[in-house]
């Protein structure tokens, strides 16, 4: 039928009510009017009405067509009701798997934030500042150009020599497989490709991606499957202005997997899950030994998921999974922190005495603001920021230390601590590259919950890694080192004294630079935030060094020692995140601000940026 002729069910049966009704009070003889005769054109407006209103509540009775991705022509303004179903088609469907554990009450996503409640601007007011000299605009076009350059010069190696796979191996000009065998790369590059105006390869990708099947194959990393591949999907159909509804398909798809790992007896999901085995129905438990960043880092991606598409069983998920994390979060042995190694089977979260931002435990952290934000800071989303406050308040009071380095620069660098109590907490002084991050979600948190002391301490701990890479041999920030400490977070002169590998690091125990986006992630950030010309300069210099030392014959590669004298050895790797994040973070640097602006767009922990639209 079509569509300008359909009728809903619900309407229709209203219809055939009351045509019945007509019939059943139409009057036998025109002269005669009875009681019953005059009331029944009320009585019938008011059962038509009433079945009107049935029909179009979310508590309808009646039943209702299926409503399709396809049938969504824009970003939607409220979750679509009655909820979105993917096109069909040939791919494993995880929606007829059996549930062993169902859920008896969904949690729906909170009402829209009246306008008073808005959220604090976080963007700098560029659009206040005085126009950019010429000569700055022609510089930042040619920093821009050389970024987007790099940009396509990887993707044509990867769409050339690894197309479908998951990475491309930049020295031997190979692919490999990394993450599911649903290529990584493509799926984490779609926006990047969209963001820098690529749009004929675009297309082509979006073309390829429609054809990945996700179907069981083994034991899957979720947390990876998550913020590669659903983040790119659910991003690359937000930058289509909702308009592609293939990418939608293809994430309800996805997240309809990644649900069925929440499928144990306590809704705890398996993080690391044999998609075959739950396949075949077999009965799930959350893993006794887990660990804090793959159990807390599913919120944004599962939110925007039931703000897309209406589907509330998302949203409940993460929500059973945050209830948890408050829970326990000030019963730790430092309170307001989580520690990195948890049993999800009890839940337990408060045993472990090792407590870090950086590997297995950051993105925990980075989406408690980040969350808060994309629910619009409404009264069901004070549960994060009063997480991310107490987390904060940690983080600040234990976590950070102030390097003794030769220009005595007034930096600070988040670090590993071991708590076998409250009272007793001890730091360990080393820095991973992954901890960069941090600078960028404190900065952005301080504007979110306006704490400028929180901006501050997000500058400091940023310009501790701009430090780190700019005193390094090469320009590069190695993966993992140690450095010597002031003893609090107030100035102290340099002991050149002290045994050192280089001046500032005290020992370097991974050497390694393998591609990675946290600290250029922070510098955008603090760009964005306070405006300041000076890290877009700092943005360059990384940018050419990194270049400049990882490039191969094909793409760029991971870096075996950046302490090392010389050109270096290369590794044969190139994670997804050098496309989807680091290159788009540079590339975004030296674009006009207003191009995913923060306060329109928040960025999941793989650079996928989310329209803040519902």
């Known amino acids: 039928m079509p569509s300008g002729c359909y009728m809903s069910d619900g309407i229709l049966f209203a219809s055939l009510l009351l045509s019945s009704a007509l019939e059943m009070y139409s009057p036998k003889k025109p002269a ?235 809704r705890m999901p398996i993080t690391r899950w044999d998609s075959a085995k739950a396949s075949k129905g077999q009965n799930q438990t959350a893993a006794a030994s887990g660990i804090i960043a793959e159990l807390a880092s599913f919120s944004l991606e599962f939110t925007r998921l039931s703000q897309l598409t209406g589907d509330m069983r998302y949203y409940d998920a993460v929500t059973r999974v945050t209830n948890v994390l408050a829970d326990q979060q000030m019963k730790t042995n430092i309170p307001g922190l989580w520690p990195v190694g948890i049993d999800v089977e009890t839940p337990d979260l408060t045993q472990d005495t090792q ?90 948190g301080g504007r979110l919950f306006e704490n400028e002391t929180h901006v501050e301490y997000g500058r ?28 609090s977070h107030t100035p102290c002169v340099y002991d050149a004294t002290k045994e050192q590998v280089h001046p500032g690091f005290t020992s370097v125990s991974d050497a390694r630079y393998i591609l990675r986006p946290e600290a250029i992630e922070s510098v955008f950030y603090m760009y964005r935030i306070t405006g300041d010309p000076l890290y877009q300069d700092i943005a360059w210099e990384m940018f050419q060094a990194i270049d400049s030392k990882s490039r191969t014959d094909f793409a760029n590669a991971a870096i075996r020692n950046v302490m090392a004298d010389g050109e270096g050895e290369k590794e044969d790797s190139m994670e997804s995140f050098w496309l989807a994040e680091t290159l788009k973070y540079f590339y975004l640097m030296f674009c006009e601000p207003g191009v995913l602006s923060l306060d329109e767009w928040v960025f999941n ?10």
């Open 460 to 487: 400091r701990v940023t310009d501790a890694c701009v430090w780190s890479y700019q005193n390094a041999p090469n320009g590069i920030m190695p993966e993992m080192f140690s450095m010597p400490s002031c003893p």
């Open 605 to 614: 922990t793989e650079a996928h940026p989310f329209r803040l639209g519902v």
């Open 32 to 266: 005669m009017h009875s009681r019953r005769q005059v009331r029944w054109p009320a009585l019938l407006f008011f059962i038509f009405a009433s079945l009107m209103l049935l029909n179009h509540s979310p508590y309808s009775f009646l039943p209702s067509p299926p409503k399709y991705t396809s049938s969504q022509k824009t970003c939607p303004s409220t979750p679509p009701y009655p909820p979105l179903l993917p096109v069909p088609n040939s791919g494993f469907n995880w929606r007829r798997i059996e549930t062993k554990n169902p859920v008896k009450s969904f949690t729906s996503l909170p009402k829209a934030t009246k306008k008073k409640d808005k959220l604090p601007r976080i963007q700098y007011g560029f659009e206040k500042e005085e126009s950019t000299a010429l000569y700055g605009k022609v510089m930042q076009k040619r920093r821009l150009a050389a970024v987007k350059a790099a940009f396509t010069r990887c993707w044509a190696s990867y769409k050339d020599r690894a197309w479908l796979k998951d990475e491309l191996t930049p020295v031997s000009g190979s692919s490999k497989t990394t993450f599911g065998g649903w290529g990584a790369t493509l799926v984490d590059s779609l926006d990047t490709l969209w963001i820098m105006d690529l749009k004929q390869e675009f297309e082509e990708a979006v073309s390829a991606v429609v054809e990945v099947d996700f179907k069981p194959d083994g034991v899957i990393n979720m947390f990876e499957t998550t913020i590669r591949y659903l983040g790119g999907l659910l991003s690359a159909y937000d930058l289509t202005d909702c308009k592609d509804s293939r990418l939608l398909s293809k994430a309800i798809e996805l997240g309809d997997m990644i649900y069925a790992s929440f499928d144990t007896p306590n």
């Open 355 to 444: 407590f870090s931002l950086g590997a297995m435990a950051d993105s925990a952290y980075e989406y408690l603001g980040k969350t808060y934000q994309l629910l619009h800071g409404t009264k069901a989303a004070f549960q994060y920021k009063n997480m991310y406050n107490a987390a904060m308040d940690a983080v600040i009071r234990h976590m950070l230390f102030r390097p003794m380095v030769p220009d005595e620069a007034d930096i600070l660098m988040p670090t590993t601590v071991r708590a076998s109590s409250p009272k007793s907490v001890h730091q360990d002084h080393t820095a991973q590259h992954l901890v960069c991050f941090v600078g960028g979600m404190l900065a952005l």
